[in-house]
């Protein structure tokens, strides 16, 4: 978690965002839940507990919505975190983009075979998939160096 919460920040200043300025618009824990409440019908427990620390919910909300602004569609950006969350063993993450996945759009089918390590059936999905998990076996070394 501190490791997150530090890149955050790292990523904030670089982008110009002053640390004074941060801590000044930042929403309350109230506020935060209320916004995830909003975007997602529900507070996941992952959510709630995070809370406990200021910047953690900040970190969520703020990448939520600098997301929303991607290049990757919804439905794209939950395939890579879906492929990712596989990679990672993360059961929790798993079943939460395994959800998100289909209400973006994504096939039952589809979402099996990327939970089984496999690849989807949809042609742009398929490649989605293979360059995250190429990007995440490969350490981010994509040259042949």
């Known amino acids: 978690m501190k490791t997150l919460i530090k890149l955050f920040f790292v990523c904030a200043i670089a982008l110009g965002f002053s640390v004074n300025a941060m801590a000044e618009a930042r929403p309350t824990q109230e506020e935060t839940m209320a916004e995830i409440k909003k975007d997602f019908g529900f507070v996941p427990n992952l959510m ?43 059961y929790y993450c798993v079943d939460f983009h395994s959800k998100f996945s289909e209400a973006a759009g994504v096939t039952r089918a589809d979402v099996l075979a990327m939970r089984a390590g496999k690849e989807p059936s949809d042609k742009r999905l398929k490649n989605i998939s293979w360059i995250t998990r190429t990007i995440l076996e490969k350490k981010g070394r994509l040259t042949s160096k």
């Open 48 to 90: 709630k507990e995070t809370s406990k620390s200021p910047a953690a919910p900040l970190v969520y909300t703020k990448t939520h919505a600098i997301l929303a602004n991607a290049y990757l569609t919804e439905k794209e950006q939950q395939v890579v975190q879906l492929v990712v969350s596989v990679y990672n063993d993360c």
